[in-house]
């Protein structure tokens, strides 16, 4: 007998129109049965164009077809009507907008903060550039950016001509953008909600970002307003989750994967950060406990992309502005971080 979990991951490999993502992950798949070789289901959609209704239609019944045993299949696709009352909470991208020129976003939590989780995008964001790929860093922490210093430059964002938009500053080969390069070295940012929500949308819409293979977004911790309006603004291909090995840590990251689920993200695996350390003698000494990212990447049925083991190096390169994988790429801590990056683009296919 086939199941709902087997008519979802087959149903996985049709793709929204126009977007990276596909139809579950969106969240747009209702009432699925399953029945002696009979399957069902409804695809729920907002204001969306007749080919895309077809297109869905048609696709989720080639992908179902697929499946052994499968005989006959029903996929109705519902739309809203248009007008003032047709804004259908269950359409996720109804006030999101692409970002032309970036082909993969995805957003780099914690849920806590001290994780390492700005250490571990802006290494990640290195990686991925290292291993060629076209590479933007979105650092979404308006309270407390760290980006700036750890890539090593405060140089202010150009405009384009007409003054309309932002030209991001490149630095080790990474396009970036932060609230650190817009305001004065140690003046502290004091603004409530609405205002982080439209500096965000304007990281993300008024910044001439270009062509990418993938922007990265660093996010502060908690699952507050950075976190929702980067949500609101795009469509995100993915989150990955950084944690540490301890369980004080572990149990607010599932406060975040929860975060995301709710929003329709889909969470492209766990990075456990501080796994361990070995003394100059070679002793493996377990600081934090080890193996609680694996164990938890388990428990939610997710990726666990990498472990990244405590290396003074890591830390003495964030400071100075060159990030280990840039400035010794052989190494064993830049080697962590680059292993990490090959799983995520394995990931994202």
């Not at 009979?38 to 077809?54: D, F, H, K, T, W």
């Not at 077809?65 to 248009?82: C, I, R």
């Not at 047709?86 to 957003?107: C, D, E, F, L, T």
């Not at 291909?237 to 004080?248: H, K, L, M, N, S």
Request: net charge neutral; with cysteine; proline share 7%.
């Amino acid at each position: 007998m086939i199941t709902e979990e087997q008519i979802k991951d087959a149903l996985r490999v049709v793709k929204y129109p126009g977007y990276s993502r596909d139809i579950i992950s969106f969240g747009i798949v209702k009432q699925i049965s399953a029945r002696e070789g009979a399957v069902s289901l409804v695809i729920q959609l907002g204001n969306a164009a007749p080919e895309v209704v077809r297109q869905l239609k048609t696709e989720s019944e080639q992908a179902l077809k697929a499946l052994p045993g499968v005989e006959l299949v029903h996929v109705e696709v519902k739309t809203t009507a248009a007008g003032p009352a047709a804004a259908s909470p269950q359409s996720p991208w109804q006030n999101q907008n692409r970002v032309p020129g970036i082909k993969r976003i995805i957003a780099v939590a914690s849920g806590k903060g001290g994780v390492g989780k700005s250490t571990t995008s802006v290494n990640l964001a290195c990686g991925l550039r290292h291993l060629g790929a076209s590479v933007g860093l979105l650092d979404c922490d308006i309270y407390g950016p760290s980006i700036p210093l750890m890539m090593g430059t405060r140089e202010k964002p150009a405009l384009t001509a007409g003054d309309t938009m932002m030209v991001p500053p490149v630095r080790h080969g990474v396009k970036l953008m932060s609230i650190g390069f817009l305001i004065e070295d140690d003046n502290p940012v004091i603004w409530r909600g609405p205002m982080i929500t439209k500096t965000i949308q304007q990281f993300l819409t008024s910044v001439a970002w270009g062509e990418l293979d993938y922007l990265l977004v660093d996010l502060p911790p908690g699952t507050g307003d950075a976190q929702l309006s980067l949500c609101q603004t795009v469509p995100l291909d993915g989150g990955v989750i950084v944690t540490t090995p301890q369980e004080a840590s572990l149990g607010v990251v599932r406060k975040g994967i929860g975060m995301f689920q709710k929003v329709n993200v889909p969470i492209l695996g766990i990075v456990e950060n501080m796994s361990y350390f070995t003394t100059p003698g070679g002793e493996r000494v377990e600081i934090f406990g080890h193996g609680g990212g694996r164990q938890e990447a388990e428990r939610q049925k997710t990726t666990f992309l990498g472990e990244i083991p405590i290396f003074t190096e890591i830390r003495v390169s964030g400071d100075e502005g060159v990030p280990v994988v840039v400035s010794a790429p052989e190494t064993a801590p830049a080697q962590a971080f680059i292993r990490v990056a090959e799983a995520l683009r394995k990931k994202m296919g």
